[in-house]
């Protein structure tokens, strides 16, 4: 049974440029979330997927956005790069019928220059 | 708005050690949840407890056990006899009812290492 999986693992751009990751959910699960990990600090809630609509955004501008395809995987592309985006980056997934725990992806380092 | 604090941010202990790391977090609901989730140097955030705000139970589950306090608004969390294999970074996280309970706030951490 595979768990969240993330892609790529680590991602070097260069500021003013756009960037796209990926997300595919554990088996069974609906719902896809997003979140930023600065380093040092705890993770930031991005935005929510679920029957391919934003459900729930947190407290990021409108450089974030992001797409979730019919098979629940999902992708979060940031525009305009900055230095201050560089971070980790983490997709969980869950289940959208039930309260679940989040499970979380191993992450996508995105470093910008 | 809710918060959750995790006032250590490092702490270093020797295998076998008890250590207990402590968690306060602050919500207007009367109906949330609160997390322990484990970050290994891998990245991948590892569910370890949630907890109900009306189970006020503790829970033990092998070494690792749970204070939940709603009187002080504290979730700790317990490691008994510590191993190497602790050694991580561990969220304490609150999640709500204005969010369906789906998202999480998460604290800074505390990182905890654990030597031989």
């Known amino acids: 049974d595979a768990g969240v999986t993330q892609s790529p693992t680590h991602l070097i751009k260069t500021r003013g440029q756009q960037v796209t990751l990926r997300c595919s959910p554990k088996?069974?699960?609906?719902?896809v979330s997003w979140y930023q990990q600065a380093l040092g600090q705890g993770p930031q809630f991005i935005f929510q997927?679920?029957?391919?609509?934003?459900?729930q955004r947190g407290n990021f501008p409108d450089r974030f956005s992001g797409h979730q395809f019919p098979n629940y995987s999902s992708e979060l592309n940031v525009n305009a790069l900055l230095l201050g985006d560089s971070a980790l980056y983490l997709c969980?997934?869950?289940?959208?019928?039930?309260?679940?725990?989040?499970?979380f992806g191993n992450g996508t380092r995105l470093t910008v220059t | 708005a809710q918060k959750v604090t995790q006032a250590q941010t490092e702490i270093s202990v020797v295998e076998k050690e008890d250590v207990t790391l402590d968690c306060v977090y602050e919500?207007?609901?009367?109906?949330?949840?609160l997390f322990w989730y484990k970050q290994p140097p891998s990245g991948e955030l590892v569910f370890l407890i949630r907890?109900?705000?009306?189970?006020?139970q503790n829970e033990i589950s092998g070494r690792y056990s749970w204070n939940f306090q709603k009187s002080t608004s504290s979730f700790n969390f317990t490691i008994t006899a510590s191993q190497v294999v602790d050694s991580a970074v561990y969220f304490c996280?609150?999640?709500?009812?204005?969010?369906?309970?789906?998202?999480?706030?998460f604290g800074k951490g505390t990182m905890l290492l654990v030597s031989p």
């Open positions: 997927y679920y029957e391919e609509e934003e459900r």
């Open positions: 907890r109900n705000s009306f189970d006020e």
């Open positions: 969980a997934s869950s289940s959208g019928q039930v309260i679940s725990p989040l499970h």
């Open positions: 088996s069974g699960h609906d719902t």
């Open positions: 996280a609150l999640s709500e009812w204005d969010s369906g309970y789906s998202t999480l706030t």
């Open positions: 919500t207007r609901d009367t109906t949330y949840y």
